[in-house]
């Protein structure tokens, strides 16, 4: 008998490690977590199966239909922002084609077994893309069709794979006899803005200024900030964004009326990021060195989005705020971690 199984690929990453811990306390989904790294040993016990391979190695995803029945994929492998515009084509691989394959898998899995696959797809701000600073001032909260212009590689790569899980969901195969089969996939995506966890380092993004800071006065390392104090996002700690993800798994298709839902928390410039640790750890070595291009890349993304069709839709609404993410959450848990 094939398992029912939740399949999380890029489980090694950020969000991974915090939806595995979540999934693995809170249900009894049979998890397999499909990463090109091997997994991390503190999430080896808590999923059925890990398999180290690449979501570009269609083989491989061949073989995971034949072993498991996929209810729900959770598609976090991707590169991110900085790290893609190294090597903009491979990321476009890993990022696009990588997605397709997914895409593909949970369609053909969904007419298999007669019922859609649900098809959560992490997508970003990087999203959006705003042309000037004064703009971006101006703009106030960006709703989820605005400002579309993506600059980086990612922000492109999130975007259309976001109109291909509506494609998926909704238009696939449209001209075949059969009108592509009665059965597709159940695509909902989230844009996620910065996120900040207290048990994970992100690597390659370009939101990574607000936790690296942190981590690196808990540390006691020195630190550059690479953007201008002004600078000013959107963020969110991960337990929000593991809820978020969880929330929208679990709402009745039939409350959805999109596909693609900001969620945020809180807005903070990168100053005041700099001011709460210094307050938290006094001997903090932080210094602003503002590296141009990066910047550019942050500048093009909103000050703060707008969620209120996630909160009418699915009732979505954060557990903490800036106050709390810091002083409850993120200060107690890293100081705990580098003790
Ligand atoms: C990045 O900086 O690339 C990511 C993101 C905003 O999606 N953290």
């Known amino acids: 008998m094939r398992q029912k199984v939740v399949l999380i690929t890029g489980a090694n990453g950020e969000i991974g490690h915090g939806l595995i811990q979540h999934l693995a306390e809170n249900t009894d989904a049979n998890i397999v977590a499909l990463d090109v790294t091997p997994l991390d040993k503190c999430l080896r016990p808590l999923c059925s199966t890990y398999i180290v391979g690449d979501i570009l190695d269609q083989m491989l995803l061949g073989r995971l239909v034949v072993e498991h029945e996929i209810a729900t994929i959770y598609h976090l492998a991707s590169i991110l922002s900085t790290k893609a515009e190294y090597n903009p084509e491979t990321a476009h691989r890993i990022n696009v084609e990588g997605t397709l394959n997914l895409l593909r898998l949970a369609v053909e899995q969904s007419q298999w077994q007669g019922q859609s696959v649900k098809f959560i797809y992490p997508s970003s701000i990087a999203a959006y893309g705003i042309p000037t600073l004064k703009d971006k001032s101006e703009a106030g909260s960006a709703k989820e069709e605005d400002w579309n212009y993506p600059t980086t590689m990612y922000g492109c790569n999130k975007l259309y794979c976001e109109h291909l899980g509506r494609y998926y969901n909704s238009h696939y195969r449209q001209l075949a006899a059969d009108g592509g089969g009665s059965q597709t996939l159940d695509f909902r995506a989230i844009r996620f803005p910065g996120l900040i966890s207290a ?46 993800l969880i929330f929208l798994e679990a709402v009745p298709k039939n409350r959805l009326s999109q596909y693609v839902y900001n969620v945020t928390s809180f807005s903070l410039s990168a100053q005041e990021i700099f001011d709460i640790v210094l307050k938290a750890f006094p001997q903090a070595n932080i210094h602003f060195a503002v590296d141009d291009n990066r910047q550019k890349i942050v500048d093009s993304w909103p000050e703060c989005v707008d969620d209120s069709a996630a909160r009418q839709d699915w009732d979505w609404q954060p557990d903490y705020n800036c106050e709390r993410a810091f002083n409850k959450y993120l200060i107690p848990a890293i100081r705990r971690r580098y003790e």
């Open 199 to 244: 048990e994970t380092v992100p690597t390659g993004g370009t939101s990574d200024y607000g936790p690296e800071m942190l981590h690196a006065a808990a540390k006691g390392e020195e630190y550059n900030c690479f953007v201008r104090p002004d600078t000013t996002l959107p963020f969110m700690v991960m337990a929000d964004a593991v809820k978020a």
